[in-house]
């Protein structure tokens, strides 16, 4: 599994942090996505997965 972001399209709601903590955070100054992990481990993907999906931006892509 390969994550990409748009990071200029994030409208910082946050709900990947919620579903992929260990994958996802936000800056501190205006909540803007952060890609910790463009690689996370097997464990990681489903959670990536259902991140990507419920996105309202639909910033996060995701390569199998």
Known sequence: MNITLDADKC???G???LVAP???DQRDEDGIV????????A???????E?????PAA???VDE
């Open 43 to 49: 464990d990681q993907h489903d959670a990536v997965r």
């Open 59 to 61: 910033v996060i892509k």
């Open 22 to 24: 260990e994958v996802f």
């Open 34 to 41: 952060v890609l910790l992990d463009a690689a996370p481990p």
């Open 11 to 13: 409208c910082a709601a």
């Open 51 to 55: 991140a990507a999906a419920i996105c």
């Open 15 to 17: 709900q990947c942090v």
